[in-house]
């Protein structure tokens, strides 16, 4: 029977893409399209970060989870040595932090999702949150073809006068053909392009476009960049025990069920 | 001319009352503004202790890039090179290093964005108004370890108590993670909400732990010998320059004024408030005098008509008038300026203004007073004064002079 309800919902929500199929798409619906890439039921990988500044550089390594869409993520920190140990999880609003130092896990205040993720150039909500079509007006600006001969779809968001965003507007280019975000520029509130950030080696997983790397410039701040790489072993839309995104498993791997 | 001053000396002496009001006409202006100088450089010297004693100190060295730098804490390194150069500085009094580090607060389930101060325990190595503000519990004291005191207003919001200890987090690209779970040891109520919901006071070794490293400071605060007001900025930015050169283009010297831009904005609203005041005493002090001057040329219209029928010239007749205003203006400046100048001196004991403690602390102020006035401000307003009763005399007597002696001596008042 829950099979039945599954491919019934499964068949609503894909109406709406045959009734389109061959007619021009909108920006919402290229912006569904690229959500649809990056927002899974599950997911779990390692990645690493870096980043680089004008006279030093930190590499971070890290394992992640997230289930329902993104709205529960872990994060486990295995290096550096120092951090080791050391994690976030994310349940909707809701952010704490692990420190072995502290033996607790602490709660962060909400706007910690905006900051710099590990002092980085990115940050919690553009990496996992993936909340642009509820908090931004898209738009269609254009379309060009790159030098390989592929349509490149050009999307202008705005955000909505309610939402809760401190930049002014983001430009979005992605591949016509299968929606895959290649650039993202975020700009302020004066119009100032302020981050640049691309998408890059690609890999397609379960019908998704997912980039395994991706660079974020803060042009603000002349050579500081950050470097975010996927192992390219990540899982996608497995089975995650709902123990993983829980304080005591934030705490203690043990507490965090199986497998 | 000593027969002028016996004249007018009689004529003052003729008429008491009027004579006296003529005085005190010009000495109270000069008594009061010798008051308003004494209370202006009080509020100014107490705004600018208030924010340099306590807070900013006459100069801070920080890191040279430290306002530029957004995306990690301004840390000077190593702090120990610093302090050297600026122990062998004769000009200094004393300095303290400060570690001032955003962080995390957390206590149960709360948890509150904050600012870490860490400082030396002991008020030689503070320069901190925290002290001042602990409200319950202790100060720190000098070999406090893992011990802190937080504003009242974030005990409140994190449901902690003196007693209990709070986790604070540090973090940094550079200088990672830093964890600590201190004791608090006191409250503080600071006059600012906004600070109250936001300060840690803790040991700066305790800090530096944070920042994984034993030589780390945000700021050195320094205090120079003999300052005493705003008035000697040009001195301490003579020495802010000479420190710089001193250490080099790897750290900044600021002024105090550079530091508390709204303690400036505060004396630049005070100074032409005093200035239009003094200006309005003074133009009213010149209006009693003029008329007081006026009526008793009126009164003596008369007299002067049978003087000038005598065959006394209008020169001479002029002269009386300005000779009496030259006596009543001298004696009233003198007398207002040396009134004053007495006041001024018991107020530089300091005092206290009943009622006035909440709004006063409010604005970190000290609620203590100790008037002060400049020898070139009393000699300013006794001889401007002076002069203005002169210049206000002026009228009467060119007046007087200018009487025809039948129409005078037939003058009915």
Known sequence: MS??????LLLLLMLPWAASAGEPR????????????WVTSSYHGSEDLKVFRADFSKEFRMEVWSAQENKQVMIRLLAPAAEAGSGYLLKGDQLWYYSPAAGQAVPLPSASLSQAFLGSDLNLEDLYRGTLSEQYTVKLAGSRKDKSGRLIDHLVLTPKPEAPVVYG?????????????????????????????????????GGRVIPTKTISNDLLHQGNYSESTVDPSFELDIAIPPERFSLACLADDSQCGSP | MRFSLRLAWRNLSRNRRRSVLTLLAVLLPVLILDLMWGFSNAVQRNLFESTTQLETGHLQVHRADYRQLQTGLPLIQNVTPVLQIIAQDPAIERFA????LPALAAHGDRSRGVLLRGVRPGKAG?????????????????????????????????????????????????????VLIPKVVGSLAPPSPQLSRSIIELPLADARSLVHNPQAASSVVVLLKDISGPWDQSRIEREA??????????????????LAPATVGLFKIIQPLYLAFSLIFFLLGGLVVLNTLYLSVLERTRELGVVLALGSSRRRVLGWIEVEAVLLAGLGALLGSALGLALVGWGSLGFRLPGFY?????????????????????????????????????????????LEPVEAMHFAG
């Open chain 1, 3 to 8: 099979r039945f309800y599954a491919l019934t």
């Open chain 1, 26 to 37: 909108s920006g919402a619906d290229l912006l569904a399209c690229a959500r649809h890439n």
């Open chain 1, 169 to 205: 507007r983001l430009e979005l280019d992605l591949l016509d053909s299968n929606c895959a975000v290649l650039l993202m520029d975020t700009y302020d509130q004066r119009n100032s392009l302020i981050r640049e950030t691309s998408f890059s080696d690609f890999v397609v997983r």
């Open chain 2, 97 to 100: 290093v400060r570690l001032d």
């Open chain 2, 126 to 178: 503070q320069l901190s108004a925290l002290d001042k503000w602990v409200r319950t519990g202790r100060p720190l004291k000098a070999g406090d370890r893992k011990v802190a005191l937080a504003g009242s207003n974030l005990l409140k919001a994190l449901h902690l108590k003196v007693g209990q200890s709070v986790i604070l987090l540090s973090a940094s690209l550079r200088t990672g993670t830093g």
């Open chain 2, 241 to 258: 320059r000479s420190l710089q050169a001193k250490l080099g283009p790897d750290y900044l010297v600021e002024t105090w004024a550079e």
């Open chain 2, 358 to 402: 909440a709004e006063f602390v409010s604005i970190g102020l000290n609620n203590i007073f100790y008037l002060s006035i400049s020898p070139a401000e009393a000699a300013l307003s006794a001889g401007l004064m002076f002069v203005l009763a002169l210049t206000a005399a002026a009228y009467p007597g060119w007046r007087a002079a200018r």
